[in-house]
Protein backbone atom coordinates (compact mmCIF):
# COMPACT_ATOMS: atom_id res chain seq x y z
CA UNK A 1 0.00 0.00 0.00
CA UNK A 2 2.52 2.39 0.67
CA UNK A 3 4.63 1.29 -2.42
CA UNK A 4 0.94 2.63 -4.33
CA UNK A 5 0.71 5.85 -2.43
CA UNK A 6 4.45 7.09 -2.95
CA UNK A 7 3.91 5.90 -6.18
CA UNK A 8 1.36 8.32 -6.81
CA UNK A 9 2.87 11.21 -5.41
CA UNK A 10 5.62 11.08 -7.39
CA UNK A 11 3.46 10.26 -10.71
CA UNK A 12 2.16 13.13 -9.42
CA UNK A 13 4.81 15.63 -9.19
CA UNK A 14 5.99 14.96 -12.60
CA UNK A 15 2.62 15.60 -14.37
CA UNK A 16 2.81 19.31 -12.08
CA UNK A 17 6.51 19.87 -13.50
CA UNK A 18 5.36 18.70 -17.11
CA UNK A 19 2.34 21.09 -16.83
CA UNK A 20 4.47 24.23 -15.37
CA UNK A 21 6.83 23.42 -18.22
CA UNK A 22 4.46 23.50 -21.18
CA UNK A 23 2.99 27.09 -18.94
CA UNK A 24 6.50 28.66 -19.31
CA UNK A 25 6.86 28.29 -22.75
CA UNK A 26 3.40 30.18 -23.45
CA UNK A 27 3.73 33.11 -21.23
CA UNK A 28 7.04 33.79 -22.91
CA UNK A 29 6.99 37.24 -24.90
CA UNK A 30 5.91 36.17 -28.88
CA UNK A 31 9.17 36.97 -31.07
CA UNK A 32 8.58 37.37 -35.01
CA UNK A 33 9.58 34.74 -36.33
CA UNK A 34 9.99 34.24 -40.46
CA UNK A 35 9.93 31.29 -42.26
CA UNK A 36 14.16 30.44 -42.62
CA UNK A 37 14.63 29.50 -46.04
CA UNK A 38 17.15 26.97 -47.76
CA UNK A 39 20.64 28.45 -47.36
CA UNK A 40 19.37 31.56 -45.56
CA UNK A 41 20.45 32.90 -42.44
CA UNK A 42 19.43 35.68 -39.90
CA UNK A 43 22.70 35.10 -37.43
CA UNK A 44 23.82 38.15 -36.59
CA UNK A 45 27.51 36.74 -36.95
CA UNK A 46 27.01 36.46 -40.78
CA UNK A 47 25.73 40.41 -40.84
CA UNK A 48 29.95 41.45 -39.80
CA UNK A 49 31.86 42.28 -42.61
CA UNK A 50 31.48 45.03 -45.42
CA UNK A 51 29.10 44.78 -47.69
CA UNK A 52 28.80 46.33 -51.56
CA UNK A 53 25.10 47.30 -52.63
CA UNK A 54 24.41 45.43 -56.13
CA UNK A 55 20.81 46.47 -56.87
CA UNK A 56 18.26 48.98 -55.76
CA UNK A 57 15.24 46.39 -56.39
CA UNK A 58 12.44 47.99 -58.24
CA UNK A 59 14.33 50.90 -58.91
CA UNK A 60 13.19 52.53 -61.78
CA UNK A 61 16.40 54.40 -62.44
CA UNK A 62 19.47 52.54 -63.88
CA UNK A 63 21.51 50.76 -61.30
CA UNK A 64 24.51 52.55 -62.85
CA UNK A 65 23.29 56.10 -63.11
CA UNK A 66 22.16 56.11 -59.34
CA UNK A 67 25.97 55.26 -58.83
CA UNK A 68 28.34 56.08 -61.31
CA UNK A 69 31.61 56.74 -59.58
CA UNK A 70 31.19 54.05 -56.44
CA UNK A 71 28.81 51.89 -55.22
CA UNK A 72 27.40 52.34 -51.70
CA UNK A 73 28.62 49.91 -48.65
CA UNK A 74 27.61 48.96 -45.70
CA UNK A 75 30.26 47.71 -42.75
CA UNK A 76 28.71 46.29 -39.74
CA UNK A 77 30.65 45.71 -36.51
CA UNK A 78 27.84 43.60 -34.41
CA UNK A 79 29.91 43.70 -30.87
CA UNK A 80 28.98 47.41 -30.58
CA UNK A 81 26.52 47.32 -33.14
CA UNK A 82 27.76 50.11 -35.16
CA UNK A 83 27.26 49.99 -39.27
CA UNK A 84 29.47 52.00 -40.97
CA UNK A 85 30.01 53.22 -45.15
CA UNK A 86 29.84 54.99 -48.07
CA UNK A 87 26.34 56.01 -49.73
CA UNK A 88 28.29 55.90 -53.10
CA UNK A 89 29.07 59.56 -52.34
CA UNK A 90 29.14 60.44 -48.83
CA UNK A 91 30.47 58.28 -45.55
CA UNK A 92 28.13 57.38 -42.60
CA UNK A 93 28.08 55.90 -39.81
CA UNK A 94 25.53 54.88 -37.30
CA UNK A 95 23.84 52.32 -35.17
CA UNK A 96 21.75 49.19 -35.61
CA UNK A 97 19.28 46.81 -33.34
CA UNK A 98 18.64 43.02 -34.22
CA UNK A 99 15.83 41.37 -32.74
CA UNK A 100 15.34 37.57 -34.59
CA UNK A 101 15.49 38.83 -38.59
CA UNK A 102 13.91 42.40 -37.74
CA UNK A 103 16.35 44.77 -38.26
CA UNK A 104 16.37 48.95 -37.73
CA UNK A 105 19.20 51.37 -38.19
CA UNK A 106 18.53 53.71 -35.56
CA UNK A 107 17.09 57.36 -35.24
CA UNK A 108 19.41 58.40 -38.18
CA UNK A 109 22.58 58.18 -39.72
CA UNK A 110 25.64 60.63 -39.50
CA UNK A 111 26.37 61.76 -42.86
CA UNK A 112 29.69 63.61 -44.65
CA UNK A 113 28.30 66.50 -46.66
CA UNK A 114 30.00 66.76 -50.26
CA UNK A 115 27.90 67.69 -52.91
CA UNK A 116 26.48 64.16 -54.77
CA UNK A 117 25.69 63.73 -58.65
CA UNK A 118 22.56 62.40 -59.38
CA UNK A 119 19.57 60.85 -56.58
CA UNK A 120 21.87 57.58 -55.99
CA UNK A 121 22.66 59.07 -52.20
CA UNK A 122 18.55 59.83 -51.65
CA UNK A 123 17.69 56.17 -52.55
CA UNK A 124 20.12 54.39 -50.51
CA UNK A 125 19.14 56.43 -47.22
CA UNK A 126 15.76 56.12 -47.85
CA UNK A 127 15.64 52.64 -48.34
CA UNK A 128 18.16 51.89 -45.73
CA UNK A 129 16.18 53.78 -42.96
CA UNK A 130 12.88 51.87 -44.42
CA UNK A 131 14.35 48.07 -44.07
CA UNK A 132 12.51 46.01 -41.50
CA UNK A 133 13.67 42.85 -42.01
CA UNK A 134 17.07 41.24 -43.20
CA UNK A 135 18.09 37.39 -44.60
CA UNK A 136 21.43 36.44 -45.68
CA UNK A 137 21.24 33.82 -48.46
CA UNK A 138 24.12 31.77 -49.02
CA UNK A 139 26.67 33.57 -46.47
CA UNK A 140 27.32 35.69 -49.27
CA UNK A 141 24.17 37.91 -50.22
CA UNK A 142 22.24 40.04 -47.77
CA UNK A 143 18.85 41.23 -48.55
CA UNK A 144 17.40 44.67 -46.62
CA UNK A 145 13.75 44.58 -46.72
CA UNK A 146 10.73 46.00 -45.43
CA UNK A 147 8.00 43.43 -44.84
CA UNK A 148 8.08 41.21 -47.53
CA UNK A 149 8.98 43.62 -49.97
CA UNK A 150 13.10 43.58 -51.03
CA UNK A 151 14.54 47.04 -51.05
CA UNK A 152 18.45 46.53 -51.04
CA UNK A 153 20.54 43.67 -52.45
CA UNK A 154 24.37 43.41 -51.10
CA UNK A 155 27.43 41.08 -51.73
CA UNK A 156 29.91 40.59 -49.04
CA UNK A 157 32.91 41.84 -49.96
CA UNK A 158 34.99 41.58 -46.79
CA UNK A 159 35.09 40.63 -43.41
CA UNK A 160 33.19 38.45 -40.79
CA UNK A 161 33.61 34.63 -41.00
CA UNK A 162 35.65 33.03 -43.21
CA UNK A 163 33.45 31.41 -45.90
Known amino acids: MKKVIVFSA ?31 SGDEDDLDGTWELISTISEQTP ?25 GCNTYTGSYTLLGSTISFGTGLTLTKMACDGKGEAVFVERLNKATDYFIKDQTTLMLMQGDVALLEFKKTLGGKSY
Not at 11 to 33: F, I, N, R, Y
Not at 64 to 83: E, G
Request: aromatic share 6%; proline share 9%.
Open 10 to 40: LLALALASCKSDQTSKTTKPATKEKAVLPNT
Open 63 to 87: FNTLYPNQKPTITFNSRPRQISGTT
